[in-house]
T-cell receptor
Framework: GENVEQHPSTLSVQEGDSAVIKCTYS??????FPWYKQELGKGPQLIID?????GEKKDQRIAVTLNKTAKHFSLHITETQPEDSAVYFC??????????FGRGTSLIVHP | NAGVTQTPKFRILKIGQSMTLQCAQD?????MYWYRQDPGMGLKLIYY???????DKGEVPNGYNVSRSTTEDFPLRLELAAPSQTSVYFC????????????FGPGTRLTVL
């Protein structure tokens, strides 16, 4: 089955800095890669996603890049703000149509 | 729309007790999922359903059962609770099965002592 590795497990940045979270996946058939943000005490919420026929996607301060050859994808957050502090999960979805999630990255943005 | 709702928010069980975690959605989604979240381990799929009357096992189904009698409800049953089932449980739903956002409930924090 699919295996998704996510790094780092914790990321601490100063407000205004950029943050990058990286994920790798094992199943070359995976073709959909969503990113979820989980705030404390809440369920995860989709913030951005990308399909395999696209190399990059942006939405305001967040962007996701995908390298299918290397089987890795990344989340980029620019101009970080304290409200960006949360746990971020990457996921990969392939032939089973069920996403496999990474272990999560706890992002801490210091004011 | 309330989205995905879960009850209870918190529960403490004794070893060997049973309980049902409730999940409901009002978005008319066919696809529903149950995950458990353990610290540092991400989200593990327990069971999922592609429609009323149809359920299937996920990655970690042992010790759990589900049913889907209506489109709206997808309860998760724990039989003979064990300390290993201490976790946060999330229910989710989606409109499509693939290329599609999953909407998560607020979670149920379960402790088995």
């Amino acid at each position: 089955g699919e295996n998704v590795e996510q790094h780092p497990s914790t990321l601490s940045v100063q407000e205004g800095d950029s943050a990058v979270i990286k994920c790798t996946y094992s199943d070359s058939a995976s073709n959909y890669f969503p990113w979820y943000k989980q705030e404390l005490g809440k369920g995860p919420q989709l913030i951005i996603d990308i399909r395999s026929n696209v190399g990059e996607k942006k939405d305001q301060r967040i962007a996701v890049t995908l390298n299918k050859t290397a089987k890795h994808f990344s989340l980029h957050i620019t101009e970080t703000q304290p409200e960006d502090s949360a746990v971020y999960f990457c996921a990969a979805e392939g032939g089973s149509y069920i996403p496999t999630f990474g272990r999560g990255t706890s992002l801490i943005v210091h004011p | 729309n309330a989205g995905v709702t879960q009850t209870p928010k918190f529960r403490i069980l004794k070893i060997g007790q049973s309980m049902t975690l409730q999940c409901a959605q009002d978005m008319n989604h066919n696809y529903m999922y149950w995950y458990r979240q353990d610290p540092g381990m991400g989200l593990k799929l327990i069971y999922y359903s592609v429609g009323a009357g149809i359920t299937d096992k996920g990655e970690v189904p042992n010790g759990y059962n589900v049913s889907r009698s209506t489109t709206e409800d997808f309860p998760l049953r724990l039989e003979l609770a064990a300390p290993s089932q201490t976790s946060v449980y999330f229910c989710a739903s989606s409109y499509l099965q693939t290329y599609n956002e999953q909407f998560f409930g607020p979670g149920t924090r379960l402790t088995v002592l």
